[in-house]
């Protein structure tokens, strides 16, 4: 690994771990490289006025506020974004698949000459999709949805084909292999439900505001994913058991 990279990417791991201190002994295991040289190259960082603080033996901190220019990207976070946007543009919804294709492009013009063929020429791809069905309400309107706050109200058919008219708080779409879900609070049921968009048969995005921050919102329901997830792991334990 070249020195610039090397030390590019100890600014990244510190600003991964956020204000917990980092050892040098973490940072040279990740990247393969000898705790004299995490030492050396902690020193330059500093001596480049990097605002890192800390020392040998307790870890370091990368003070907040503190930023790199734009689009200095290693080649596997190129790799990396390219792979996550060809998903995307595969799989997402028509705004979103022409946002990646966007992206994609953006990136092939900003990124240095060097570095161009890891975007034009990936070693990573990701299949076509195939047999999506078709979803049964806009997602670039469900989307504005879940930033504004505002509730939903749609004819749902589950899998048992039986309809019921449901008045949602939106609050993420998951984009899957095959099928995109709407995850909602679900004022029918006073729970969190998951709505397979492709089997909603009528929609109306609706002005009025859900009670909720949306940030609030967010947090309970991925609170619910994390209890539902124990729940499913338990229940696995146990039928398992002898």
Known sequence: MRRGDRLFQIIQILRRSSRRPITATAIAGELEISKRTVYRDIADLIGQRVPIRGEAGTGYVLDSGYDLPPLMLTQDEIEAAVLGAQWVAGRGDPVLARAAEDLIAKIA????????????????????????????????????????????????????????????????????????????????????????????????????????????????????????RAADLAGTLLRSAP
Request: aromatic share 10%.
């Open 109 to 228: 013009a900003t990124v240095p000459e060097r570095l161009r063929p890891y975007v034009m020429e990936p070693a990573s791809r990701v299949p076509p999709a195939w047999n999506v069905p078709a979803d049964g309400l806009d997602l670039v309107k469900a989307r504005a949805h879940i930033h504004a706050g505002r509730k939903i109200a749609l004819t749902y058919r589950d899998e048992q084909q039986r309809r019921s008219r449901r008045t949602v708080w939106p609050t993420v779409i998951g984009y899957f292999q095959t099928v995109r879900l709407l995850g909602a609070w679900c004022e029918l049921r006073k729970d969190f439900r998951t709505f397979r968009t492709d089997r909603v048969e009528t929609v109306e995005f609706l002005d009025e505001r859900y009670p909720e921050r949306p940030a609030a919102l967010r947090a309970k329901w991925q609170k619910w994913i994390t209890q539902r």
